[in-house]
């Protein structure tokens, strides 16, 4: 199990390391496709760091044109946080690339233990908590 969430999280780590991005940029890029217009307390929640970090993170997305902040509607002092289209389109592919690596990962098992694989992995996964992030 160990030796499957390495070669993921390696697979993972070079892809956003060939975009130039750390994971914690390539997170929040993926948040804000998701959740266009949140505030900066917002990105520090869902990535349990400081608001002083996304600031930070954030300067350096809206240096290279992937993220901007825009004034809200109702109130000018809140920024709203979004992603350009340049930061949604150098993360695309991302799910893809994953997808992929399964398949390779998965090759030396037939359709049938693929099957039985996947019906042990949701039965150990029903008892675990849902991942916050």
């Known amino acids: 199990m160990r030796w499957i969430g390495w070669a993921q999280r390696k697979a993972a780590e070079e892809w956003v390391r060939e975009r130039d991005l750390t994971q914690e940029q390539s997170f929040v890029l993926g948040y804000l496709q998701r959740t ?4 900066q307390r917002d990105i520090a929640e869902i990535t349990r760091t400081s608001a002083a970090s996304v600031s930070s993170l954030l300067q ?5 044109g992937l993220v901007e902040r825009r004034a809200d509607a109702e109130n000018a002092r809140t ?3 979004f992603a350009t ?3 949604i389109a150098l993360i695309a ?3 893809d690339a994953m ?3 399964d ?3 998965l090759a030396p098992l037939d359709a049938d233990e693929r099957s039985t694989l996947q019906a042990l992995l ?3 996964t029903a008892e675990l908590p849902e991942p916050t992030r």
Do not use: H, W, Y
């Open 93 to 95: 592919g991302f799910e």
């Open 122 to 124: 949701q039965k150990v």
């Open 79 to 81: 920024k709203r946080v």
């Open 85 to 87: 289209d340049e930061g």
């Open 60 to 64: 350096g997305l809206e240096r290279r």
């Open 36 to 39: 266009p217009g949140v505030i």
């Open 103 to 105: 398949d390779v990962l």
């Open 99 to 101: 997808t992929a690596l």
